[in-house]
Nanobody, 120 residues
Framework: QVQLVTSGGGLVQPGGSLRLSCAASGFTFSTYTMNWYRQAPGKERELVAT????????NYADSVKGRFTNSRDNANNTAYLQMNSLKPDDTGVYYC?????????????WGQGTQVTVSS
């Protein structure tokens, strides 16, 4: 059974930090790209950060570059999103996503989401 369990969200003041975790099971974690998405109230879900299966390549949305760091531990099947210098605009539900393409077939798994609220 595939599971992505997301944790680490919470309420933080502007300028603060949070570290999200995404623990995976039920599939070969090390062969999947891991993505972090977020969805703010009334807005569409947006891609925030991506890390390649080997961890050798990362990409970030312009809005979080220099503040968020994406990492993964393939030995422990866990992905992380370190979020620093948080702003109120970072508020939303954060989802981890595992994605892999095999030919034309896409394999997509989603975590349950964790709420991040940045407010004073």
């Amino acid at each position: 059974q595939v599971q992505l369990v997301t944790s680490g969200g919470g309420l933080v003041q502007p300028g603060g930090s949070l570290r999200l975790s995404c623990a995976a099971s039920g599939f070969t974690f090390s062969t999947y790209t891991m993505n972090w998405y977020r969805q703010a109230p009334g807005k569409e879900r947006e891609l925030v950060a991506t890390i390649a299966s080997t961890g050798g390549s990362t990409n970030y949305a312009d809005s979080v570059k220099g503040r968020f760091t994406n990492s993964r531990d393939n030995a422990n099947n866990t992905a992380y999103l370190q979020m620093n210098s948080l702003k109120p605009d970072d508020t939303g539900v954060y989802y981890c996503n595992a994605r892999r393409w095999r030919g034309y077939s896409k394999y997509d798994f989603w975590g349950q989401g964790t709420q991040v609220t940045v407010s004073s």
